[in-house]
């Protein structure tokens, strides 16, 4: 079974940045699809971004440029890196895998499948 905790969520100012984490474990796949979701306040959940084992990586237009998604597999480990925060990037924040086969491409968007694993969330505030 798959489990997935989040770490790093926390307050700055906007301008500043925060580093999420995700530590993975119970995942058997040699191919992988992992990402992050986020989910504001009175909002829908939004696909953040996405890291396919093919190293590609995918962005929501409202975050390219700014954020940056690694992995470290060595550690088992899903990091988001965020830069130049917004306060409309205030939001929870959600570590999120999807399971092999993958008949659709691994990107931002896909991220929100039903099917997808999550964590429990960490909180990212941004203040003006």
């Known amino acids: 079974q798959v489990q997935l905790v989040e770490s790093g969520g926390g307050s700055a100012q906007a301008g500043g940045s925060l580093r999420l984490s995700c530590a993975v474990s119970?995942?058997?796949?040699?191919?992988?699809?992992m990402g992050w979701v986020r989910q504001a306040p009175g909002k829908e959940r939004e696909g953040v971004g996405s890291?396919?084992?093919?190293?590609?990586?995918t962005y929501a237009d409202s975050v390219k440029g700014r954020f940056t998604i690694s992995l470290d597999n060595s550690k088992q480990t899903l990091y988001l890196e965020m830069n130049m925060l917004r306060p409309e990037d205030t939001a929870m924040y959600y570590c999120?895998?999807?399971?092999?086969?993958?008949?659709?491409?691994?990107?931002?968007?896909?991220?929100?499948?039903?099917?997808?694993?999550w964590g429990q969330g960490t909180q990212v505030t941004v203040s003006s």
């Open positions: 999120a895998v999807r399971k092999p086969p993958f008949f659709d491409p691994c990107t931002a968007a896909t991220m929100l499948y039903p099917s997808t694993d």
């Open positions: 890291i396919h084992s093919t190293d590609t990586t």
């Open positions: 119970g995942y058997r796949y040699r191919d992988y699809c």
